[in-house]
């Protein structure tokens, strides 16, 4: 089996003072993807740039305290790639890609636009960017497994409260329309609704910190594994894990039955 875990930390010193470190030797995967360090490369302490029986690979944000992406392997990879556009997202820290012979594996963090109209734009802008690079990436007829905090939720399902947010980031028909191309047009596959094609109330992945949203379960499906077709075949198990709380995101624990 090949264990694959995608965690938005909001802050990884944060998360590593809640216990995150210690539940990942404890689930034991092969490969971690993890957003929102918030850190730089000198924030990080030894056991966060390479934990136990792990390596890590970063991509971190310009900006202090801001974005930054990462990836541990058991498996020693055959190629890295840090970045996909040499530009606007490279310099906010959103993407990390590994090579395992046949398969790629990606840890990427989409930007959010909630905060500002000119964060939305620039969210289009990565989503205009980002289509047309997960394309080239099928053309290399490798395996890949795409983890990360989209900041989108698909469908009605996919939210708590989904007609109050037809109008917001997140759930925009400009977003999901996004999404529908990704799945339906270039065959990339939703692995957790593969295996919970039903699932709601017990799907979300994230919960806003306002008004007591975890408690009352106001959440959004915004983490994801997304596969091409022939691995999202082999996914066997997935489940978001509630039971710790590292930060305002659980995390996402696939099985696959395949090895590296």
């Known amino acids: 089996m090949l264990r694959v875990i995608t965690a938005n930390l909001n802050g990884i010193r944060s998360a590593s003072k809640k216990g995150f470190f210690d539940w990942i030797q404890k689930e034991s995967p092969d490969i971690i993807c993890v957003q929102e360090l918030k850190a730089q490369a000198d924030d990080m302490a030894d056991f966060m740039l390479s934990p136990a029986g792990f390596q890590g690979f970063f991509q971190y944000a310009e900006k202090k305290g801001y974005s930054g992406v990462g990836l541990y392997t058991k498996h020693e990879p055959t190629e890295v790639v840090i970045g996909f556009d040499d530009g606007e997202f490279d310099a906010e820290g959103r993407y990390v890609e590994t090579h395992f012979y046949d398969l790629i594996v990606i840890s990427a963090y989409f930007p959010s636009g909630s905060s500002a109209p000119e964060r939305q734009e620039a969210k289009f802008r990565f989503l205009d960017l980002f289509m047309p ?27 708590k409260n989904w007609k109050g947010n037809l109008k917001n980031s997140g759930f925009l028909p400009e977003e999901r329309a996004w999404l529908d191309q990704l799945f ?48 999202s075949q082999l996914a066997k198990t997935a489940r978001i894990y509630k039971e710790e709380r590292f930060s305002d995101h659980a995390p996402l624990i696939i099985d696959y039955d395949y090895s590296l």
Do not use: F, M
């Open 184 to 231: 339906y047009q270039e065959n990339y596959q939703d692995v957790y609704r593969i295996l919970h094609p039903e699932s709601s109330d017990d799907c979300y992945t994230w919960w806003s910190q306002r008004g007591q949203a975890y408690a009352k379960n106001v959440g959004w499906r915004i983490d994801y594994q997304i596969a091409t077709p022939k691995l």
């Open 133 to 159: 690079h997960l394309v080239e990436l099928k053309k290399k007829k490798k395996e890949i497994i795409l983890c990360g905090d989209v900041n989108i939720a698909h469908k009605e399902q996919d939210l």
